[in-house]
């Protein structure tokens, strides 16, 4: 390895059934008045209130802002930002998917550093102020925005997802409960975990991979190829459950520190333009662009295939890294991923914005951690390969 590397996390995580006790505990270190961003859903199930209970019972009075919805924008943000200042708040309790943490992560840094949370993207301009203090609880095994210095906002002006990074970004606390995932839905559970996916794979093969986090990363693929159909298939599995949210925040402490790569650079216009699920989108595009990849990863495409498919001897590694490919194909089979075509995304639009895609996701800077850096015209094929991309047709592979 050359020269050093950077790994950044939370000051605190709290993992394991339960978890969600520490909260009052936790917030108690950092102030009396919490803002909780989450959504109607979270309200309406109750976990809204189970937040507000540990809250008040550790002496916090709180306030809350329950509007974000599946794609968090710059409009929630500011709305959620007004609250937090005419309530006089001190500390941001969030809890939810990865749209409620990701709104509250630009909630947390704009409260001291003001401005328009797009101003931040790409560095322009630096974010010289502690956040606000902030406590992510996730509901979903998928995102890992609890442990993550990556927030995802849509631009509405221009309708664009915006991605900014930054160390000022990860959470102060992360409590990673697996029984609040219990009552993630059959869809839901299918599309955070290929995200979670995604995020091991990219973070594994990633031109700024390290080794802390290729231990992550392998450990997540392990467990989410060997739990996550038994979660979509019986949500209330309680091992499968629990060993996703471990995943799911293994993946994210790997990318958050090694980089996303193509996958996720692609993934974000769709959901822009389309308002495709985050998850759906990236299970839209894995498999294709792991067949692009390929010819530039080969050894390390053969190690994921080497752990999936232990039974599987004498492989070379070119024939190990098809191995990689079908297995992800396989899962989107039996997860019942759809590809855009069958998801239901007009062609003729699709064909009339794929070259602004691809300049958004080039412009998004993950393309350039890929093994294999494409040009803005391979992206535009790939794109299009992916439009009705076939997932049952496997890769040859001699065993």
């Known amino acids: 390895m050359k020269g050093f590397s950077e790994f950044r996390m939370p000051q605190a995580i709290f993992y394991g059934n339960e978890s969600l006790t520490k909260l009052g505990e936790q917030a108690s270190h950092f102030g009396k008045k919490a803002l909780i961003i989450s959504d109607k859903i979270m309200n309406q199930i109750g976990n809204v209130e189970k937040c507000r209970y540990y809250l008040e019972d550790a002496g916090l009075t709180t ?101 900014i990074k930054d160390p000022a970004f990860i ?52 467990l989410i190829v060997n739990n996550l159909r038994t979660a979509y298939q019986n949500g209330e599995d309680q091992e499968a459950r629990e060993k996703m949210a471990l995943a799911s925040m293994q993946a994210g402490l790997a990318f958050t520190n090694a980089s996303v790569t193509l996958v996720h650079g692609m993934s974000r216009p769709i959901g822009a333009l389309f308002h495709v699920p985050h998850g759906i989108s990236n299970a839209m595009l894995l498999p294709a662009v792991l067949e692009y990849t390929k010819e530039s990863a080969v050894e390390r495409l053969a190690v994921i295939g080497r752990l999936l498919r232990p039974d599987l001897i004498g492989l070379s590694p070119e024939e190990l890294a098809d191995v990689t490919v079908n297995e992800v194909k396989k899962l989107c089979c039996d997860l019942n991923i759809p590809n855009m075509k069958d998801y239901g995304l007009n062609q003729e639009k699709f064909n009339e914005v794929v070259a602004k895609m691809a300049t958004d996701a080039l412009a998004s800077g993950s393309p350039g951690n890929n093994p294999r850096v494409p040009s803005h015209e391979e992206i535009i094929e790939l794109y299009h390969i992916c439009f009705d991309y076939d997932f049952t047709v496997l890769e040859k592979v001699i065993h």
């Open 63 to 163: 306030v809350s802002y329950l509007e974000v919805n599946s794609e968090p924008t710059d409009l929630h943000v500011s709305e959620a930002l007004a609250a937090f200042h005419e309530n006089q708040c001190e500390l941001i309790v969030t809890i939810g998917g990865g749209s409620c943490i990701d709104a509250a992560k630009a909630v947390a840094v704009l409260a001291t550093n003001g401005g328009y949370i797009g101003d931040y993207m790409g560095g322009r301009k630096p974010l010289a102020c502690k956040p606000i203090p902030l406590i992510a609880i996730p509901t979903t095994a998928g995102t890992g925005s609890e442990v993550t210095s990556v927030t995802v906002i849509t631009n509405t002006k221009d309708d664009i997802k915006m991605m």
């Open 171 to 222: 959470p102060a606390v992360a409590i990673v409960d697996p029984v609040l995932t219990y009552s993630s839905p059959q869809h839901v559970t299918a599309a955070t975990g290929v995200d979670a996916l995604c995020h091991a794979m990219e973070a594994y093969i990633s031109r700024v991979a390290q080794p802390m986090t290729d231990q992550l990363a392998l450990s997540a693929i392990e």
